[in-house]
């Protein structure tokens, strides 16, 4: 019987072939990958050890289910459940932390991170723009924070770049978990952000389970000496200047604070700025409400766009130059020696020690961004031309006004990311920018202002309007904080 063919209609065999190859996948091909890359995995977090500035938090090491069970079955955010469980069903409530555990909660991947993530962003960014780093310490300004101690990197937003931009910068000194918002929230963008040791967060306003989730992860991620990276304004820059600072997160890492083995959290400052940004004209239509009342669909479709302007510059397909991008870091800003030097001490803190600091250090995180702020060619040139009253300029008179702008930010110490050998090189790049962007208008070599993109001239000319008032930036980034804390430190000397 054995040696007689058996038929099968087709009908029948398309789904036992389909069960067939399903089976293989999940059983032989699955398997088989998940232990080469488990083990590529492995191998790379043994050599990351040796060869980053600062070694991967241990905390990595733990799958990210321990990690889930942990947060979950946290005393704090079991008790807000039960609080929650008043308003709605047990099952109700702990479905919903459930939720928010798991949108929190990243999955580091190393090989993603330090090879393939490093190499997109290195290969994305460098085909918009020239990157430089314009002012940072010396090397051992960093050299002296403690392996115990957590770093905290603050910066202001002017891009959804700013991530890809800083990442790049420091995947070889160690790896960063930023703070992410809704926009990232849509698939595959979450499983990317999350694989790149991201964090996304609801910007709305939320109830007390969530918040009380997202605090708890913020503290156990500062008690693993996570490497952090947050933007105090909450949101992106819709008119050039820094927006109204926020101090929700700050709030969250300083409740971390001289608990655990946080013996201390370090505030590192990073400013960006950007020849163009690629969002300007989309925040620019979006001054009012911001991006809160678009949809999911909004979006899907934005994500879309954007992944295909993405892959186009990766594949070579699109040319286009955006100018120069332009970062600077700030001095180190240890909390401890803050303290210290208000006459506290971490030891001696409470919950209401820790709330009270929250903005003193800010505003003192706030004072340096303002003082590191870039200034680069194109928002030299859009100063000059938007500060002028005459209804066009030539390129004699633009070019006269950037060198004497350069020479007086120079000498007030702002950071200048022009060759200091030849200041006519920030007049062509801006002109250039400006023109190829519709912005100016030349016509007989004489330059004019488009008057439907004024709005867009003044964005930029406002990233660096806060170096030419007379009251110092760091006192007006003060004015804008929306959150003010006691100014009492209620910390006495321990005895």
């Known amino acids: 019987m054995l040696q007689h063919a058996i038929t099968l209609p087709l009908w029948a065999a398309l789904p036992i072939l389909g069960l067939a190859l399903l089976g293989a996948k999940t059983f032989i091909v699955d398997p088989i990958i998940r232990r080469a890359l488990s083990r590529r995995e492995r191998n790379l977090k043994a050599r990351l050890k040796t060869t980053l500035t600062r070694p991967l938090p241990k905390v990595l090491q733990v799958p990210r289910r321990v990690l889930m069970e942990r947060l979950y079955n946290d005393p704090v955010v079991q008790s807000a459940i039960d609080d929650a469980s008043e308003d709605q069903s047990r099952e109700a409530a702990e479905k919903e932390a459930h939720k928010y555990v798991d949108e929190l909660m990243p999955s580091f991947f190393a090989l993603f991170y330090f090879h393939i993530g490093y190499w997109m962003a290195r290969r994305w960014l460098r085909t918009m723009y020239d990157i430089q780093i314009v002012r940072q310490p010396p090397p051992e300004a960093y050299a002296d924070i403690p392996q115990n101690a957590s770093i905290v990197l603050v910066g202001n937003h002017r891009s959804n770049l700013d991530v890809a931009v800083l990442s790049y910068l420091a995947a070889r000194t160690s790896m960063i978990s930023f703070a992410a918002g809704e926009w990232a929230s849509v698939w595959p963008l979450n499983r990317i952000m999350q694989m790149s040791g991201c964090y996304i967060i609801r910007r709305e306003a939320q109830g007390r389970l969530y918040k009380t989730v997202l605090a708890r992860y913020v503290h156990m991620m500062i008690g693993a000496h996570m490497p952090q990276g947050i933007f105090l304004e909450g949101g992106l820059s819709r008119d050039g200047a820094i927006q109204p600072v926020k101090l929700g997160l700050m709030r969250y890492i300083l409740a971390g604070l001289g608990e655990d083995d946080t013996s201390d959290i ?63 870091f700030g001095e180190p800003l240890s909390a401890r020696e803050w303290l210290n030097g208000q006459g506290g001490f971490v030891e001696a803190l409470d919950d209401d020690g820790r709330k009270a600091i929250v903005a003193p250090i800010a505003e003192a995180v706030i004072d340096q ?127």
């Open 266 to 328: 370090v505030f590192i400052p990073v400013a960006f700025n950007y020849d163009r940004v690629p969002e300007d004209t989309t925040l620019l239509a979006h001054q009012d409400q911001g991006f809160k009342k678009k949809s999911k669909l909004y979006a899907v479709r934005s994500t879309f766009w954007h992944s295909l302007g993405v892959a186009a510059r990766m594949l070579g397909l699109s040319q286009e130059r955006f100018g120069q991008a332009a970062v600077s």
């Open 369 to 495: 961004i303002a003082d590191i702020i870039p200034v680069l060619p194109v928002s030299l040139v859009a100063t000059i031309v938007f500060q002028s009253s005459a209804d066009s300029l030539t390129g004699r008179d633009i070019q006269k006004g950037v060198l004497q702008l350069t020479e007086r930010l120079r000498q007030n110490g702002a950071p200048l990311a022009i060759d200091e050998t030849d200041d006519l090189i920030a007049y062509r790049r801006g002109v250039e920018v400006l023109l190829s962007r519709g912005v100016l208008i030349e016509e007989g070599g004489m330059f004019c202002l488009n008057q439907q993109k004024t709005a867009l001239l003044e964005y930029y000319a406002r990233t660096i309007s806060h170096y030419l008032e007379r009251q110092d930036a760091g006192e007006h980034l003060r004015s804008i904080l929306t959150v003010r804390e006691p100014t009492s430190l209620y910390v006495n000397k321990p005895e």
